[in-house]
């Protein structure tokens, strides 16, 4: 069973940077990954989107010029760098991930959740004002 586990959340105050890591615990190469977030009382949303290699990356227009996400397949880790945060970013974010095929090519240019079949238990983001 693939497992993904989130870490570098917290809390920081408005303008801040966090940077967020994703483990995969098999060889990352082998899956396209995003990460998602879910703010109390709203739907789960796409943040960013990385393909198998980290040349293609795809990103929200809530989040552009603020937020990077890059992977280290070495490593089997994927970040999301997120700088100027501000309250509406606060959220649990999670990872997620797919082995490749239709639903990684149809994650180069689209946040569907729904091209992403594993996911990590989540890790909260608090911006404070």
């Known amino acids: 069973q693939v497992q993904l586990l989130e870490s570098g959340g917290g809390s920081v105050q408005a303008g801040g940077s966090l940077r967020l890591s994703c483990v995969v615990s098999?060889?990352?190469?082998?899956?396209?990954m995003a990460w998602f977030r879910q703010a109390p009382g709203k739907e789960r949303e796409g943040v960013a989107t990385?393909?198998?290699?980290?040349?293609?990356?795809y990103y929200a227009d809530s989040v552009k010029g603020r937020f990077t996400i890059s992977r280290d397949n070495s490593e089997n880790t994927m970040y999301l760098q997120m700088n100027n945060l501000n309250p509406g970013d606060t959220a649990m974010y999670y990872c997620?991930?797919?082995?490749?095929?239709?639903?990684?090519?149809?994650?180069?240019?689209?946040?569907?959740?729904?091209?992403?079949?594993?996911w990590g238990r989540g890790i909260q983001v608090t911006v404070s004002s």
């Open positions: 997620a991930a797919d082995r490749g095929g239709r639903r990684c090519w149809s994650a180069l240019n689209s946040l569907d959740d729904e091209n992403f079949t594993l």
């Open positions: 990385i393909s198998m290699t980290g040349a293609s990356e």
């Open positions: 098999e060889p990352a190469k082998d899956f396209c």
